[in-house]
C-alpha cells in the first residue's frame, strides 16, 4: 500500500487504517523476545494512545502517508454522487461500513457518508447505530482532509456536510 515507509520519518503524519490519523514521533530499535525490531512508534491524540508498528508489517498493515490533493478531490467527487443505501440486513451492511472505514481509502470511506448521509431534518430516521458509524466515518475523513488542505476539523466537516447536502 505504502511505497518507501522505510523513508518516513519522525513528526510525520500517517494514516492507520484501523486507527485513522496519527503522528510519527520516531522510529525506534526495540528489543523484543530476544531478537532486535525497528519499530514505527506512532500516536494518535483523540485516543491518546501510542501504537508500535514493526516495521516489517508497516506495509501489510496499510500504513500509509496521509492522501494527497488527487485522494481528496476523489473523495470529494464520491460524495457528489448519490449512492443509495444497500437494502439488506443492516447487521451484514453495518460490517461493510466498518470493513470500508477501516480500509484507510478515503473514498471507501466517503461511499459510507454518501450512503448514511441524512438532511438535518431527516436525522430522527436514522438508527443509533447508523449514527454512531456515520460519526465515525466523518470524523476518519474530516481528519485527513484537515491536514491535507490545512484547515481545523470543524471547517473539514463543514465542506464534507455541504458536498453530501448540494447531492440530498
Given at each position: 500500500m505504502m511505497s518507501g515507509v522505510e523513508a518516513l520519518s519522525g513528526g510525520e503524519f500517517v494514516v492507520y487504517p484501523t486507527h485513522g490519523v496519527g503522528r510519527l514521533e520516531s522510529v525506534e530499535?526495540?528489543?523484543?523476545?530476544?531478537?532486535?525490531?525497528?519499530?514505527?512508534?506512532?500516536?494518535?491524540?483523540?485516543?491518546?494512545?501510542?501504537?508500535?508498528?514493526?516495521?516489517?508489517?508497516?506495509?501489510?498493515?496499510?500504513?500509509?502517508?496521509?492522501?494527497s490533493k488527487e485522494d481528496m478531490e476523489r473523495a470529494f467527487a464520491t460524495l457528489a454522487?448519490?449512492?443509495?443505501?444497500?437494502?439488506?440486513?443492516?447487521?451484514?451492511?453495518?460490517?461493510?461500513?466498518?470493513?470500508k472505514i477501516n480500509s484507510g481509502d478515503l473514498t471507501c470511506v466517503a461511499?459510507?457518508?454518501?450512503?448514511l448521509y441524512r438532511a438535518k431534518d431527516d436525522r430522527g430516521e436514522q438508527s443509533y447505530s447508523e449514527r454512531q458509524i456515520y460519526r465515525s466515518a466523518l470524523e476518519r475523513l474530516?481528519?485527513?482532509?484537515?491536514?491535507?488542505?490545512?484547515?481545523?476539523?470543524?471547517?473539514?466537516?463543514?465542506?464534507?456536510?455541504?458536498?453530501?447536502?448540494?447531492?440530498?
Open positions: 530499535m526495540q528489543q523484543v523476545a530476544g531478537c532486535e525490531l525497528k519499530v514505527l512508534v506512532i500516536t494518535f491524540d483523540k485516543t491518546r494512545m501510542t501504537l508500535r508498528v514493526p516495521m516489517a508489517k508497516a506495509k501489510t498493515s496499510g500504513l500509509r502517508r496521509l492522501g454522487r448519490r449512492i443509495r443505501a444497500k437494502k439488506g440486513v443492516w447487521a451484514r451492511r453495518a460490517q461493510e461500513y466498518e470493513l461511499e459510507v457518508l454518501s450512503e474530516c481528519a485527513e482532509i484537515a491536514l491535507i488542505e490545512s484547515i481545523d476539523e470543524d471547517a473539514a466537516a463543514a465542506r464534507v456536510e455541504e458536498a453530501l447536502a448540494q447531492v440530498a
